[in-house]
């Protein structure tokens, strides 16, 4: 069974990063944005994903293994999921960004994996994750836009995703790629 271990995510026009990625002011900054949901995920035990915005859009974990340990030294705790686990947590259709933490583990050949999604990816909805060759992939209104990005396996990598109705960037550790719908 392939795993992932996410870290902190803000549902923010969808996820995030950890709350303690950068410095004990990284969660005001992220509050300071305005997210739609923010969760840090640092939960050890339970089913709920605390919402840490304003909203309370509180999450739900299924499957997921509490408490382990965050992307570097400071960062917190996190989560693992497996092929079966998820977290779920509400947010409109406004979303129009998306940046979380992943630590994939290692995919056979032409084995894919999702992260996060919302709705339906054929309709309103979307979903980010690793398609063909390990290269991130983002999908909306039933369209598939693969970017140049290769997710490194068994490694801490930053993920951000951002779109509008022309285009679709993706950022990895901070560089970023911009691909057209």
């Given at each position: 069974m392939k795993s992932s271990v996410l870290s902190a995510a803000v549902l923010a026009a969808a996820l995030a990063a950890p709350p303690s990625a950068h410095a004990a002011s990284y969660g005001d900054a992220?509050?300071?944005?305005?997210?739609?949901?923010?969760?840090?995920?640092?939960?050890?035990?339970?089913?709920?994903?605390?919402?840490?915005?304003?909203?309370?859009?509180?999450?739900?974990?299924?499957?997921?293994?509490?408490?382990?340990?965050?992307?570097?030294?400071?960062a917190g705790r996190a989560i693992t999921l497996g092929q079966s686990a998820s977290?779920?947590?509400?947010?409109?259709?406004?979303?129009?960004?998306?940046?979380?933490?992943?630590?994939?583990?290692?995919?056979?050949?032409?084995?894919?994996?999702?992260?996060?999604?919302?709705?339906?990816?054929?309709g309103d909805g979307w979903s980010l994750g690793i398609g063909a060759k390990r290269k991130l992939v983002f999908i909306t209104r039933g369209k598939a836009i693969t970017s140049r990005i290769t997710v490194p396996a068994n490694s801490w990598t930053m993920l951000a995703v951002t779109w509008d109705a022309a285009k679709v960037r993706f950022y990895l550790n901070g560089g970023s790629t911009t691909k057209e719908v």
């Open positions: 992220v509050l300071a944005q305005n997210p739609l949901t923010y969760l840090q995920m640092e939960e050890t035990s339970g089913t709920v994903a605390q919402d840490a915005s304003l909203n309370d859009r509180d999450g739900t974990y299924a499957n997921a293994v509490l408490g382990a340990n965050g992307a570097f030294i400071g977290v779920a947590a509400g947010v409109g259709p406004t979303s129009a960004s998306v940046e979380l933490w992943v630590n994939p583990a290692r995919l056979r050949k032409n084995e894919q994996q999702g992260f996060v999604a919302h709705g339906n990816p054929a």
